[in-house]
Each structure stands twice: as C-alpha cells, then as structure tokens.
C-alpha cells in the first residue's frame, strides 16, 4: 500500500476527541483519523453509487417535469417558507 503524507490541521476539540477515542481503540491518532477518512469516503462513494443507480437515466428535465404535476396548494401550518431576510 502506497502511503501519502498530508500536514492534517484540527481544531484543537476535534484533536483530542479523536485522540481520546484513538486510545480508547488502542490504536495511534494517525491510524485512527487514518480509518475513520477511509469510513467517510466509502460511506460517500457508496451514496454516491446508489444514488446514481436509483437515478438511472432520470434528468433534471424529468424531475422537473414531475414537479410541473404536483397541484398548487397553501402549504401546511408551519411548513410555509420564510419571508426574505427572516431566519
């Protein structure tokens, strides 16, 4: 396995949240952060996969054309969008 190094900047909190479960795994920080970036891209690129899958061939085109269908109506009690400016 080929390795890269990368000088890695965190926020001091996320450092030793991550050193304290490190410790807790028995293993050093660089193999935990190490893992737990190969966790957060197979969970991204299997999303990524399923959901092209599930797409097939739709477009946005189609999805649009889906959206002209829906009829027009008030929204439901506190599903309204808020006016511009208001958070």
Partial sequence: MSKATYPLKL????KEAAAR????DNVSLNQWIASAGAQKVGAVETAAD???KRAGS????DFSA???RVPSSKPEEGDELPFAGEH
């Fill in 21 to 24: 479960l490190a410790k807790a």
């Fill in 58 to 61: 739709g477009s946005g085109d």
């Fill in 11 to 14: 926020p001091l909190s996320v």
């Fill in 50 to 52: 399923f959901l092209r």
């Fill in 66 to 68: 889906v959206l002209e």
